[in-house]
């Protein structure tokens, strides 16, 4: 009997500690307060599936005194999903506010995305500027610059999912604007009317396929870099100079090899008219030894050779020998 008295208090205490853990009183009253049907089994259901009815609850408080009857097995799914359903609820709040299309299956969908929904519909309202980093490009003069634009780009909610982010705007604005420099045909145009730049990024369409919508393109700053063109015709000429040289180098390297080549040639010659001159005087006295060859034949030989260098040499304009040589006696002797 006195084990009882002990007994019975652990165990109704512990029953209201369980009752209190798996129905959270004060979110449940808060639930009825807001006209919002959720019964205590609901509660106790969202525990058992691990489920933090505060995540759940509150938001979906916060959705049906907005207007939005939100459905809490919707909520709970999209719980056990992984997604944050407070800033479903708050997107799809403000949504409503700003008479802005959008349901509970694709601010879910947005989310599980892993777009910050709430943000997406802040940006539909209030429109975002994103600043470019400095993009350079050279004029059609040569003349090198260098601009910043401004770009005003609102979400699109219906493009959020698969859309590309706001680096593709980016890429894409800076693409527009070295395409529009360059096409100029004088530096000085740009400087004068940069909304130019503006006009022809504008009517490229640049926001297709992207979460956002394009409003504006406003150029922020152009400064004026380095003369490219005059830097590559000064290295095209060095360039050029550098092959002209080249050329030449080998030109005379062809021309030393020819003239090295004659040279050898013109000495291999002599040397053979040198060895055929020393087989004369062989040939004289192997034909005065066989009696083919008399004196007088070969007194008249060398008057014809003396008589051939005389004329050699007039024809060159030297003086011709003077009388007493032996060709000479031996012509007159003839």
């Given at each position: 009997m006195n084990i009882l008295v002990y007994i019975v208090p652990i165990i109704a205490v512990l029953l209201i500690w369980l009752f209190f853990y798996f129905v959270p009183v004060g979110l449940w009253i808060s639930a009825l307060a807001a006209g919002v049907?959720?019964?205590?089994?609901?509660?106790?259901?969202?525990?058992?599936?691990?489920?933090?009815?505060?995540?759940?609850i509150v938001p979906m408080i916060a959705a049906?005194?907005?207007?939005?009857?939100?459905?809490i097995s919707e909520l709970?799914?999209?719980?056990?999903?992984?997604?944050?359903?407070?800033?479903?609820?708050?997107?799809?709040?403000?949504?409503?506010?700003?008479?802005?299309?959008?349901?509970?299956q694709r601010a879910a969908a947005i989310d599980l995305a892993g777009r910050d929904v709430y943000d997406a519909v802040a940006m539909s309202v209030n429109p975002r500027v994103i600043e470019t980093p400095k993009v350079g490009a050279v004029a059609a003069d040569g003349i090198q610059l260098f601009a910043i634009a401004k770009v005003t780009v609102r979400a699109n909610i219906e493009r959020l999912v698969g859309g590309a982010t706001e680096e593709t705007i980016i890429a894409?604005?800076?693409?527009?604007i070295v395409s529009a420099i360059g096409s100029a045909?004088?530096?000085?145009?740009v400087l004068e009317n940069p909304d130019k730049i503006s006009k022809l990024v504008l009517e490229k369409g640049l926001d297709a396929g992207t979460a956002f919508e394009l409003l504006s393109i406003d150029i922020a700053d152009v400064d004026v870099g380095k003369n490219i063109g005059a830097q590559l015709q000064t290295d095209q000429a060095e360039a050029d100079l550098k092959v002209a040289r080249a050329k030449a180098e080998e030109r005379r390297a062809m021309a030393?090899?020819?003239e090295q080549e004659m040279t050898a040639l013109v000495q291999e010659r002599r040397a053979a008219v040198v060895e055929a001159e020393a087989e004369i005087p062989r040939a004289i006295a192997e034909a005065f030894r066989k009696g083919q060859l008399g004196?007088?034949?070969?007194?008249?030989?060398?008057?014809?050779?003396?008589?051939?260098?005389?004329?050699?040499?007039?024809?060159?304009?030297?003086?011709?020998?003077?009388?007493?040589?032996?060709?000479?006696?031996?012509?007159?002797g003839t």
């Open positions: 049907p959720v019964g205590p089994m609901t509660l106790v259901g969202m525990r058992l599936r691990k489920v933090n009815p505060h995540k759940v049906w005194k907005a207007g939005l009857e939100l459905s709970e799914a999209h719980y056990l999903a992984g997604g944050n359903v407070d800033r479903v609820a708050r997107a799809l709040i403000s949504a409503d506010k700003a008479n802005i299309a959008l349901d509970f894409r604005v800076g693409e527009g045909g004088s530096h000085k145009e030393v090899a020819r004196v007088m034949d070969y007194y008249n030989l060398r008057n014809i050779q003396a008589d051939t260098r005389m004329r050699e040499g007039l024809a060159e304009g030297e003086e011709p020998p003077a009388a007493g040589h032996g060709e000479a006696l031996l012509s007159g």
